[in-house]
């Protein structure tokens, strides 16, 4: 079970105007450089975290059910299950009834139960799970610490643009910033 990105968060946890503050930087001519920086720091947060930050879409692909009929989600905080579509032999989907499943978001991590889903006709890529995770899609919704951590990485490589050898990516102030919000792998 791997996911897939279906669509991207539609804005960053930190904006451009709060990251030049940071940075003291007055003009606009390396504002595409420091968004790029803030992007590539929300992925290594998320990463290191292994949570999703800002809302985004994604699809899970099953080849069929679990025997124990508990489908652990790689993703999380879990908004919303959006759709559950079963493919038949002939590879048609269809969507999986209402009371076929049932969502666990406030589980960490979050969890579907079936109750009464209908088995996939065919042997791979039976099932799509269509979700969405992040912890919302303002930006306001990012705990602070996670906000902290992705301007204090984004400081980092700004300050440091490829001179600094054999530094750890990640700076120790942004992982104890990160810490608390970890979860475990599966």
């Keep these: 079970m791997h996911p897939i990105l279906v669509d991207g968060p539609a804005v960053e946890p930190v904006t451009l105007a709060e990251m ?5 930087v007055d003009d606009d001519a390396q504002d595409e450089l420091i968004s790029g920086l ?4 929300r992925l290594m947060v998320e ?26 989600l790689p993703l999380s905080p879990l908004i919303a299950v959006t759709r559950v579509q079963v493919f038949d032999a002939l590879g048609i989907a ?22 009464n889903a209908p088995d996939p006709g065919r042997a791979r890529n039976g099932i799509f799970i269509d979700l ?17 951590a992705v301007k204090i990485l984004v400081a980092r490589w ?25 979860r475990a792998r599966l």
């Design 47 to 72: 990463a290191v975290s292994r949570r999703i930050l800002i809302e985004q879409s994604w699809r899970i692909a099953l080849d069929s059910w679990p025997q124990a009929r508990t489908i652990v």
């Design 132 to 148: 969405r995770a992040g912890y919302g899609a303002d930006p306001g919704a990012v705990p602070a610490p996670l906000r902290l």
């Design 94 to 115: 269809s969507d999986a009834p209402a009371g076929a499943f049932e969502v666990e978001a406030l589980s960490d991590p979050p969890r579907i139960f079936l109750t």
């Design 158 to 182: 700004f300050e440091n643009r490829g001179d600094v050898a054999g530094e750890q990516m990640m700076p120790p102030e942004a992982l104890s910033l990160i810490a608390p919000f970890q």
């Design 38 to 41: 803030i992007k590539a720091a």
């Design 20 to 24: 030049k503050t940071y940075l003291r």
